[in-house]
């Protein structure tokens, strides 16, 4: 993480090295919340890589040690009074940290960089599934070690492996079973960006779209765009030759966002058998199978043969003498076997602790003070989670509304719906509003949300219109006008949606939704017909 300006000199003199921890018994909603992402260790750059992460990594074992043999007894508001052992689950970080913290060579570009397995450059080219390729185990790292003490001084790995990891003295944990993988800095940030310069650059040779024309695309897109507007994409000012990534580079949440809504902004303008266009929807279906919040075992079954797919339909596009599918590509086959052991892959995104790096940079932004700015930024986070504690910030079931009014039950159009679900009679009080806000999640009227799936599996939407309170105890619910879902768009990657006359209206809390994320109606416009089509974040069932 860097706390100063990197455009200055020195810049990177105080880069900080983060290690945060959560507690992986609660619900990926909670754990996204930045009170339940503590701070574990704060130290500088220059000391990791002088030093290694042994000092870190000593304190934090001998920690670990004690909480899984003794553990910590004490007066819980759940449990009562019990004692709670401790262990560590897994670990997740960028590739490069990952592989430098477990002992692992940093090298890319040979084979044996990967952690899970054995696999080789060359291998990696022509192999598309898990199985095809050897796994690492316990005993056969416990080889790999022992042959690299038994070889010559000049032998830098074995197999891979450069030295042994201090994790491996925690009760239950191993590093070649950790079963986690940063799908922010392989999918995101890594393998998104690459092949959308393939794609762009290919669309622009072969249907004589413009650079021009795909920016003052996304600019109108985000001009009449309600949802992810802080995660508007960069400019494009360059396409490089196909292997490389948009110029300029972009954060994770931009590239998912340029990701999303490419192809309703110029899918009007590509022809739908294109074959840059159709492997651009082969990876918005990718995409959205790995951010998925829950699976089931087909579902991770359907994963592995896509993932396959989608790595030999790069190959026969792009792939040649300078063009050739990376490490992180390879990373994708492990995806599968990591969410049958380890669960839904967003739950161990580094996202939510990247977000978090924003609190260090503002204060010491604030401090600009660099003598022991670790010591300061550790202080200053202390104080922050007491806060947080205090005030409950940690819970994420905080709701408000803002700009309310009181009115009169039936002065609302949806009046009927109101006296029939919650027996209150015309003349009474209701508080109405425009804006509802549940923890760090904005909720406006015209805003789309997926209510659940028909019988046949197709998804339910509603319009948000109106937010109402009936009780008088500050319990906002949410109204909303369901539409009728006509079909999936496969050239837009969205589900096309009508309203129906007479409307269906109903009241819901907002837990109650599929997903709580809330959606942008895009309406395209024909010549007779007016279509009006929904993107889901991500796969929802």
Known sequence: MGVTNPLRSHGSIHNVGVFYYTIKNLPPAFNSCFANVHLLALCYSHDLSVHGFEPVLNAFVTEMKELSTAGMTGEFPVFGTTTVYCSLCQVTCDNLALNKMFGFIESFSCSYFCTVCYASSEQIQVWYREEQFQRRTVDQYNKDIAGLQTAKQSRIHCRGVKSSCKLNEIDGFHVVDNWSLDVMHIVLEGIVSVELGCILHGLCEDTGLTLERINSAINLLWGKITVDKTHKPAEISRLQEPGHSIVPSMKAVQYWALLKYLPLAIGCDVPCDNRHWEFLLHLSLLVDLIFAPRFTHGMVLYLAEIIAEHLSLFVALYSNENIRLRPKHHLLVHLPTVVLKSGPLIGMSCMRYELKNSFFKRSAHIVCNFTNICRTLAYRHQQHALHSLLSNS????????????????????????????????????????????????????????????????????????????????????????????????????????????????????????????????????????????????????
């Open 394 to 541: 940690h819970m994420r079931n905080v709701v408000s509304a803002s700009g309310h009014a009181l009115l009169s039950a039936n002065s609302v159009a949806f009046c009927d719906v109101l006296i029939s679900s919650f027996g209150i009679a015309p003349t009474d009080m209701i508080a109405v509003a425009d804006r509802m806000s549940v923890a760090t999640v904005q909720y406006k009227k015209g805003h789309f949300m997926m209510l659940c799936r028909d019988e046949s599996g197709d998804p339910v939407f509603g319009k948000i219109i109106q937010f109402v309170s009936v009780s008088g105890d500050g319990k906002w619910l949410v109204v909303v006008e369901r539409v009728q879902t006509t079909a999936f768009i496969v050239e837009f990657h969205a589900f096309d949606v009508v309203f129906v006359e007479p409307a269906t209206v109903s009241v819901c809390h907002v837990h109650e939704f599929a997903d709580h994320r809330p959606l942008y109606c895009h309406k395209m416009f024909g010549q007779n017909t007016t279509r009006h089509l929904l993107r889901l974040p991500c796969h929802i069932f």
